[in-house]
């Protein structure tokens, strides 16, 4: 989807981790609660613990998952492997030996949380988007803002990459 309203770096954020998190966006992600943790430690082994932790915590932060599950900043990572007590957190690079487990722990993430496809509502933002321009006057910008916005709040995980049209 080309984006040339979207500045080189706000290309480069969407859909990935820039720079550490604050302390407040740690909290607010990577915080497994007792549902988290009863789903995570549905794995008896620790690599798949960790892999499946780092999903959850990249669909809560960005909207969706992860092209490599592991990408994510190395404060996220040790966050995560400190709560869920792994004494190698090294361990995780085997996560991505398997690569169907980790569609099956996105799968399962979806349902256990509630997460839905971009196909779902993809003619209802369309609408939104349509009655938004027309009544709001927004430009490109605030349009896409926005409705990344209302993805995120409905809980639709985002469409894939976005990038500058080639020519």
């Not at 900043?73 to 957190?89: H, I, M, N, R, Y």
Request: glycine share 10%; hydrophobic share 45%; aromatic share 10%.
């Amino acid at each position: 989807m080309p984006v040339e309203f979207l500045s080189d770096e706000e290309v480069a954020a969407y859909g990935g981790f820039v720079g550490s998190p604050s302390s407040a966006e740690l909290a607010r992600w990577c915080l497994l609660d007792n549902a988290d943790l009863r789903l995570v430690n549905r794995r008896r082994v620790d690599h798949p613990r960790v892999g499946f932790a780092l999903q959850l915590v990249a669909v809560r932060a960005l909207g969706m998952f992860l092209v490599d599950p592991l990408d994510v900043p190395t404060v996220v990572f040790d966050e995560v492997a400190g709560q869920l007590g792994v004494a190698d957190p090294s361990c995780v690079k085997r996560y991505l030996g398997r690569r169907p487990t980790r569609f099956d722990h996105q799968g399962e993430i979806c349902r256990e949380y509630g997460y839905r496809p971009f196909a779902q509502v993809s003619a209802e933002l369309e609408r939104w988007v349509a009655d938004r321009s027309f009544t709001a006057g927004e430009g490109p910008k605030a349009l896409f803002d926005g409705a990344v916005g209302w993805l995120r709040k409905r809980q639709v995980l985002l469409p894939g990459e976005i990038g500058r049209a080639h020519v």
